[in-house]
């Protein structure tokens, strides 16, 4: 499976995307569409410590996302992906079927919703805890090196916390987000997961934003993997194995943000892998997106942007649950 594409889109993704972090909410009424194109290409595998380097995984994804204030202080967001993924190997052989036959192949994967509550908005800190949900759209491929997703049921309880930082220097923010993932078990392998982000930026004007991100996951428990694993595995292991394995990895990236006016704002990152384990190895991630904000009235829209904090949480929730 491109397991690279679970923090490049959203994975989300980070997500219950793994690297999202949205701990500032947009006003009462408020929508949000986003659409983001990502690019990821992974050349190799870890196999627990040990390189394999035999093999290019290409990915292209469309991730599309709604977000509603439901009040000032709730949002809920829907996300649906659609993933073109192809395995071209250099030694390391394919798993035996069509995903893995070098073309690219296409499907939607996991639909993917978001709760948040802000509980705390005082003297610059935010605290946003969050409820979210991974659901298969339907029974796509997932044993495969090209697959699109893990085809996994997944529960996640976290938190955002975010704060501005206009003492040490006006514009600057920092935000993370932390998350819990109870997965649905297979072969009795428990292999829950957190999964974490963290992102600071700074507004060189107004409308243009600059951040770097760091984000990642350890698993809690899962098998490991070697050279040899199709062989030693148990049968039953081998053919769940992406969705059982003991995945630990961190990525780091940067991007930059324009809020071309009240209603749209588009954005791009980088990102690469620093840290992995049992994981295929991000090369690198490209990442573009645009978002389309409605609200209720012109009133609304000039105190909205009075604020830094509110100046965050416009572009923070366009963002969707994409990076």
Known sequence: MNRALLFVAGVALLTASPAS??????????????????????DGHDLNGLRDMNADIFTNSLLADVTFSVRDNLAVTLAVP????????????PHPNIQDNGSYHTTVTDLRF????????????????FIGSVTPSHKYEYFAHAAPGRRVNELQIGTYVGTTLDGLLPGMFVQGRYGYG???????????????????GYFATPDIRVFGMVSGQVTHGGVDLSPTARLTLPPGQWQNHDRITRENFTTVGGGIGWTVNDVLDVFGSYTTMVQSVNTHILNRGLLFGASIRVQKSALERAI????????????????????
């Open 21 to 42: 972090a949205q701990a500032w909410l947009g006003s009462q009424g408020e929508v949000t569409t986003s659409f983001v194109l990502s690019r990821s290409f992974a």
């Open 114 to 129: 978001d709760l948040r509550y802000n509980v705390f908005n005082r003297h610059n800190l935010v605290i946003t805890p």
């Open 82 to 93: 659609i993933v073109t993924a192809k395995f071209v190997s250099r030694g390391t052989p």
């Open 304 to 323: 909205v942007n009075l604020s830094a904090g509110n100046r965050i949480a416009g572009w923070a929730c366009r963002k969707g649950m994409a990076l």
């Open 182 to 200: 109870i997965q649905e078990t297979f072969q009795d392998v428990s292999h829950n997961k957190s999964v974490f982000s963290g992102e600071m």
